[in-house]
């Protein structure tokens, strides 16, 4: 499946909660509790069903991550007896769009933020991985200076 083949989801239909439920995924190095405001403002116009993807604080462990995002997306599809649409941020999109490729009867749309488009999914998180490493060893304090 081409990612161009996903059904569009517009944000409009997010705010107004009629796209349920939706699970936030944050970017690289943020913790779940990052897309608070998101979570506030779906719920402040209606929304009915939002949670966070359950990472915790997205390391980069990508196996990792998809795995507990997988195991999330299962729970939210049986409890409510509906796809889900994934909102993600940076590296969170990434895997957005890799879930929905894995997952295509669980997941209703992919909404991205800061991520980059790519037919790729794979290769997006790859290049997102080496970018966030080369930022963190420019700021790394050599302590033996």
Known sequence: MSLVETAPVRSEEIVTGRINPVIFI????????????????????????ETTSHVGINNGRINANLGRIADH???QVQEHQEPVTLVGHSLGGSYAHVLALRHP?????VVTVGSPPNENPVASIN?????GLKILNHFQVDVDA
């Not at 509790?33 to 116009?45: I, Q």
């Not at 290049?127 to 970018?131: E, G």
């Open 26 to 49: 944050p970017g690289f190095g943020e913790p779940d509790f990052a897309l608070h405001t998101a979570l506030k403002l779906l719920r402040r116009h209606g929304g009915r069903q």
């Open 73 to 75: 997306i299962d729970r």
């Open 105 to 109: 009867g669980q997941v209703k749309g």
């Open 127 to 131: 290049l997102l991985m080496r970018a």
